[in-house]
T-cell receptor, first 116, second 111 residues
């Protein structure tokens, strides 16, 4: 375990379902991120939260809805997804937003999402 | 538009070989360049580079940044099968709000 825990590890959902991905860190980090990794594509940054406030949304469709209730938890709520949304969703945290000076980001192991 | 290009995209070598992975970038207000190793799922942090010409080393891995020519290289000497992974390069802007990954280099080290 890296210190960032994601659940579930695998998720299969229908296009009409509503589900949520969970990310938890107890590293004392103040920034958390959602990334999407699709096959044969670069890792894409989806959302950035710093001190529980959303600071970036990279033109992500509204069927993805993030929630950050506190600095240790981050959720990604999913509804009416499309098959092309099937991907690995990675959560990461950093001590502060823009973590290069502090050695980078800590990633979770990801949730493998399949939309059928 | 900020972008990161990595080459080669795929590389197959034999144990003991030395490899050089390349990363070039275009980013507004560059702050840092990071290298990650991705095995199976979660990337693990390797290096963070902010200054030109200063080599970072960790065991058989080393990396250097050229901010004038806008590129970085990651060297792995005496490769082992455990080095097989995707190596990701990412750059970060000075505001910490733009973090762009390259497509990765898939390295396969054969016994």
């Amino acid at each position: 375990e890296t210190g960032v825990t994601q659940t579930p590890r695998h998720l299969v959902m229908g296009m009409t379902n509503k589900k949520s991905l969970k990310c938890e860190q107890h590293l004392g980090h103040n920034a958390m991120y959602w990334y999407k990794q699709s096959a044969k594509k670069p890792l894409e940054l989806m959302f950035v939260y710093s001190l529980e406030e959303r600071v970036e949304n990279n033109s992500v469709p509204s069927r993805f809805s993030p929630e950050c209730p506190n600095s240790s938890h981050l959720f990604l709520h999913l509804h009416t997804l499309q098959p092309e949304d099937s991907a690995l969703y990675l959560c990461a945290s950093s001590q502060i937003q823009g973590a290069g000076l502090f050695g980078g980001y800590t990633f979770g192991s990801g949730t493998r999402l399949t939309v059928v | 538009e900020d972008k990161v290009v990595q080459s080669p995209l795929s590389l197959v070598v034999h144990e003991g070989d030395t490899v050089t992975l390349n990363c070039s970038y275009e980013v507004t207000n560059f702050r840092s360049l990071l290298w990650y190793k991705q095995e199976k799922k979660a990337p693990t942090f390797l290096f963070m580079l902010t200054s030109s010409g200063i080599e970072k080393k960790s065991g058989r891995l080393s990396s250097i940044l050229d901010k004038k020519e806008l590129f970085s290289i990651l060297n792995i000497t005496a490769t082992q099968t455990g080095d097989s992974a995707i190596y990701l390069c990412a750059v970060e802007d000075n505001y910490g709000q733009n973090f762009v990954f390259g497509p990765g280099t898939r390295l396969s080290v054969l016994p």
